[in-house]
């Protein structure tokens, strides 16, 4: 007993991952039922198996599961596997050899979702920000120019990710999922996806509000400048998310309203219109061997002109940014406190309430019904 294939879902970052993730997982049970399953387990298991298979940072805390509990898992459930983590899109070639050759005989298929560079440039700068970087916008953009080797095209760039993949699997089990451009209907992702692993895509549950939030610009670079001087202060990764992330950003920078779109500067746009119609042609080429689901079209440079740059934000409006996410953050606070008193008055009403009555055992049950009935 075996699975009949498996599916690795590799991203990329910003490619709407964590909107499929909340698919797969609100609609676990219905999916199990179509005959799929997700090794080790939940999605919590899946980061940390991976996690543990990529090593170095990632492995740097208790894990939950590890690569070979995958590995083992999959080897004893039929059906059809799918993991789902963005973390597997920057694996170097001596550890995807390890995952092919520790899953073979199952047939492996990989999934790399990918969206125009106009859009990911940006989205990605954000992302780092996220990540404790302080590089400035007009940097960022300069290396990704100058640099080929950028991590940023390791695992954006679908043909680079290819090269990688592509010596390990046989040809058409490396799906490029082209990601439709801004205004379309969510579930054309989603529809698009499905149709790549089996899934029937009419699901009953769907995720509510935004799973993945963009800086604005001024917050942009209010963050950029916090990591800046923060130091050997919360350091990456567990102290840096637990307290930065989860806190200021998600409470106060994530928050704020009509913020402004970080596009792409008017020097560099020739640039990444280039860029972009390079890598729909290569792909193109690649035509017998990577399966492209989706419209290559959506992959041409869908350019947002870059109104101001993050740089060009005044102090006074940087000053005004920070204090509107202090109230904002403040606000969260408040919540948070007034949900926990509430638990807790709700924990001691119950506490208080005497206990339910111990049911009377079954002997004496019937001694009593016996003497009712005379």
């Known amino acids: ?31 199990r039922a179509q005959g799929f399953f997700f090794p080790p387990g939940n999605r919590r298991m899946q980061f940390d198996a991976v996690a543990d298979l990529r090593g170095g940072i990632w492995a740097d805390k208790e894990l939950a599961a590890t690569w070979d509990l995958v590995v083992e898992r999959a080897h004893l459930n039929e059906g059809v596997a799918l993991i789902s983590e963005e973390l597997l899109c920057g694996t170097p070639p001596e550890q995807i050899e390890r995952i092919v050759s520790s899953l073979a005989p199952i047939p492996v298929h990989v999934i790399h ?39 940023f095209w390791q695992v954006q760039d679908p043909v680079q990710v290819y090269r990688r993949w592509g010596e390990f699997l046989e040809p058409g089990r490396f799906h490029v999922l082209t990601v439709p451009p801004p205004g379309a209907d969510p579930k054309l992702l989603w529809h698009r996806f499905c149709s790549i692993v089996g899934f029937d895509p009419d699901v009953p549950n769907a995720p509510e509000g935004m799973q993945n939030p963009s800086l604005g610009l001024a917050e942009a670079e209010l963050l950029r400048r916090f990591n800046d001087r923060l130091g050997d202060r919360f350091p990456m990764r567990d102290r840096y998310i637990r307290v930065v992330r989860d806190n200021l950003m998600r409470d106060g920078l994530f928050t704020a309203p009509n913020p402004g779109k970080i596009g792409v500067p008017a020097p560099y746009v020739p640039w990444v219109t280039e860029r972009s119609q390079q890598m729909v042609d290569q792909l193109a080429a690649l035509s017998g061997e990577v399966d492209v689901v989706g419209d290559p079209a959506d992959l041409a440079a869908n350019v947002v002109d870059a109104v101001r740059l993050p740089s060009e934000i005044s102090d ?36 208080a309430l005497p206990p339910a009555p111990r049911p009377l055992p079954a002997r004496v049950r019937g001694a009593i019904a016996r003497r009712l009935r005379g």
């Open 1 to 31: 007993m075996t699975a009949s294939a498996i599916y690795l879902h590799i991203g990329a970052p910003k490619t709407g991952t964590s909107f499929l993730q909340r698919m797969i997982w609100l609609n676990k049970e219905e999916l």
């Open 113 to 151: 979702a990918a969206r125009d560079f106009a859009r990911q440039v940006p989205a990605e700068w954000q992302q780092s920000l996220r990540a404790r970087s302080s590089i400035t916008y007009e940097h960022y953009l300069d290396r990704l120019r100058d640099e080929p080797e950028q991590a």
């Open 316 to 351: 006074s409006e940087l000053l005004d940014a920070a204090l509107e996410a202090l109230i904002r953050q403040h606000e969260a606070i408040e919540q948070r406190l007034d949900e926990r008193a509430q638990r807790r008055a709700e924990e001691a009403v119950a506490q």
